[in-house]
């Protein structure tokens, strides 16, 4: 993905967040998903305000922003950079510190294209780990073994 945009992400709570906004973003011309965030703790272990994180499939331009913002009472929004990286904040499951949400907590609007997110989605691996043990379990003391 590099520096290219490829999604815009926000941040709302569910008391800002109007009745309707479902149907708003339904008439938005790409899809979103979101997920809520109800069991994070602060750094001293206090439950942080429930909070909603949506990500949006399209990277809209200015007047989609200002419309999802005022259609969902927006705290917070930015580009995303990583699609991979956006899901796995949308479910901590790569931050040791945080809690884990389950993947199925994920809502998806109608519009959500699974086969574009496919395409792009790179599921996060440890690959150092891996490394690390395939060295011990064969025992590798040369780099060139390694690499063959």
């Keep these: 993905?590099?520096?290219?945009?490829?999604?815009?992400?926000?941040?709302?709570?569910p008391e800002s967040i109007p009745q309707d906004w479902e149907?708003?973003?339904?008439?938005l011309p790409f899809g979103y998903?979101?997920?809520?965030?109800?069991?994070?703790?602060?750094?001293?272990?206090?439950?942080?305000?429930?909070?909603?994180h949506f990500f949006?499939?399209?990277?809209?331009?200015?007047?989609?922003i200002k419309y999802i913002w005022d259609n969902l009472g927006v705290q917070y929004g930015e580009y995303v950079r990583s699609i991979s990286g956006?899901?796995?904040y949308l479910t901590h499951e790569n931050n040791p510190d945080k809690f884990h949400y389950p993947r199925?907590?994920?809502?998806?609007?109608?519009?959500?294209c699974q086969e574009a997110f496919d395409m792009k989605y790179v599921p996060h691996r440890d690959t150092d780990a891996e490394?690390?043990?395939?060295?011990?379990?064969?025992?590798?003391?040369?780099?060139?073994?390694?690499?063959?």
Aim: aromatic letters at 14%; glycine letters at 6%.
């Design 104 to 112: 199925d907590i994920i809502q998806f609007s109608a519009k959500w």
């Design 23 to 27: 149907i708003a973003l339904n008439k």
């Design 131 to 148: 490394i690390y043990a395939l060295i011990k379990e064969r025992n590798i003391l040369e780099y060139f073994v390694l690499q063959d």
């Design 33 to 52: 998903c979101y997920a809520l965030h109800d069991r994070d703790v602060d750094e001293y272990g206090e439950l942080k305000k429930p909070h909603m």
């Design 1 to 13: 993905m590099g520096n290219a945009r490829c999604g815009y992400t926000a941040i709302a709570y």
């Design 56 to 64: 949006f499939q399209g990277v809209p331009e200015k007047t989609l």
């Design 86 to 88: 956006m899901f796995e």
